[in-house]
């Protein structure tokens, strides 16, 4: 039982450069989630797709977009990294009658 | 705009005590509540949820829920120093899982002193 998987689980950028951060869940969950969690503002949505086909924003959606390939997987981009986008990201997927979220391992990306 | 507001800590409890963490949060019509725990460098995990007022027992946890104070607690029996995280508090204004998404708090840092 994998659940959700994260690539890769770690990641040094340049300012300006982009990439994408990949997550994929064999649970056949409906809905998937990109968190990012930095010191002191705890966890925080920056977007969700509720099912395979939509995408919505989140809490802190500015400098992101997100993909929902298909059922299982849900990518992020930085189109541009900045300094700011140093964080945590944990990808999430959840389903109606599911009790809870199940996190991914997290990818730690540093912007330099 | 959603939030949940918990105490940071560090919050010091003596192995063997109880430990009693708490949450509170600001949309009244939130349905579903949900705590986690996150060792450091380590991704969350449930440990409890809780959709109905009143108390849930599973183990050495209970969950406590008051709708009307939107107010809700983790009491952890027996605490160990395998305790020792950051457990967080999350609500979402569904009844199940799906949709827009889980509302974090900031979490509460738990030290359990052997």
């Known amino acids: 039982n994998a659940g959700v998987t994260q690539t890769p689980k770690f990641q040094v950028l340049k300012t300006g450069q982009s990439m994408t951060l990949q997550c994929a869940q064999d649970m056949n969950h409906n809905s998937m989630y990109w968190y990012r969690q930095d010191p002191g503002m705890g966890l925080r949505l920056i977007y969700y797709s509720a099912s395979e086909g939509t995408t919505d924003k989140g809490e802190v959606p500015n400098g992101y977009n997100v993909s929902r390939l298909n059922k299982r997987e849900f990518s992020l981009r930085l189109e541009s990294a900045a300094p700011s986008q140093t964080s945590v990201y944990f990808c999430?997927?959840?389903?109606?009658?599911?009790?809870?979220?199940?996190f991914g391992s997290g990818t730690r990306l540093t912007v330099v | 705009q959603k939030e949940v507001e918990q105490n940071s800590g560090p919050l010091s409890v003596p192995e063997g005590a109880i430990a009693s963490l708490n949450c509170t949060y600001s949309?009244?019509?939130?349905?579903?509540f949900f705590w986690y725990r996150q060792y450091s460098g380590k991704s969350p995990e449930l440990i409890m949820f809780?959709?109905?007022?009143g108390d849930k027992e599973d183990g050495r946890f209970t969950a406590q829920l008051n709708k009307a104070s939107q107010y809700v607690s983790l009491l952890i029996r027996d605490s160990q120093p395998s305790d020792s995280a950051t457990y967080l508090c999350?609500?979402?204004?569904?009844?199940?899982?799906?949709?827009?998404?889980?509302?974090f708090g900031k979490g509460t840092h738990l030290i359990i002193q052997p």
């Open positions: 949309d009244r019509g939130s349905q579903s």
């Open positions: 809780i959709y109905s007022n």
């Open positions: 999430a997927s959840s389903d109606v009658g599911v009790y809870g979220y199940t």
């Open positions: 999350a609500v979402n204004i569904y009844s199940g899982g799906g949709a827009d998404g889980l509302t």
